[in-house]
């Protein structure tokens, strides 16, 4: 598995991971600067020799939109959930050979819900069939957790395989918590 860069604000706020070919594109453009690189390996680039950067750091504060940060989608979502139906509690891997993971709209879509993170869980298809266009309340079901803007962190983390380097970074700026649910999350997703 590719492992990409982790990338840094100016201000050492882990920001997402870019792919190595990115990483060394801003370093070359001189909008960033290596902070962590692997030593065993270097790549070529540019008819450079670069170290084979690891975690970057921007050399100017960048603002993340907000917008851009809170975008559903089934991956982040799925990740966020621990890759668990949050009805009835079955991983991913003990779902049924037909059963897949969807997203379900808590207030449904038809009834005024919003495709927001506060509004959205991980269902199997079984669970979200059931309750179809009806609240939580009115179908007997139950959530396992109440749904919550994940941490934009998590989410890059939870897709992303980071090395015990770029997993310093995150534990500098958010602390161990967070690194220990983003390693829960990673056995969840191999296993
Ligand atoms: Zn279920």
């Not at 997402?16 to 270097?42: H, N, Y």
């Not at 084979?52 to 050399?59: M, Q, S």
């Not at 919550?148 to 998590?154: M, S």
Request: a positive charge; aromatic letters at 6%; one cysteine or more.
């Amino acid at each position: 598995m590719t492992v990409g860069c982790l990338a840094l604000n100016a201000s050492y706020e882990p920001l997402t991971m870019v792919p190595l070919k990115r990483a060394l594109r801003l370093v070359i453009d001189g909008k960033a600067e290596i902070v962590e690189a692997d030593a065993s390996r270097a790549v070529r680039a540019a008819r450079l020799s670069v170290p084979h950067p690891v975690v970057i750091r921007l050399r100017t504060f960048v603002h993340v939109p907000r917008r851009f940060r809170r975008q559903v989608t089934n991956t982040f979502l799925f990740a966020r959930d621990g890759y668990r139906c949050q009805y009835c509690g079955r991983p991913n891997d003990a779902l049924r050979p037909r059963e897949s993971l969807t997203r379900d709209h808590v207030i449904p879509i038809s009834r005024g819900g919003l495709n927001v993170w506060t509004n959205v869980v991980t269902a199997c298809s079984t669970c979200n069939t059931r309750k179809a266009n009806h609240l939580v309340s009115e179908c007997g079901m139950q959530l396992l957790t109440e749904p919550a803007e994940p941490h934009f962190v998590h989410l890059s983390w939870a897709v992303r395989r980071l090395t015990p380097t770029q997993a310093r970074y995150i534990r500098l700026f958010y602390g161990e918590t967070v690194v220990r649910e983003l390693a829960r999350n990673d056995r969840l997703r191999a296993s």
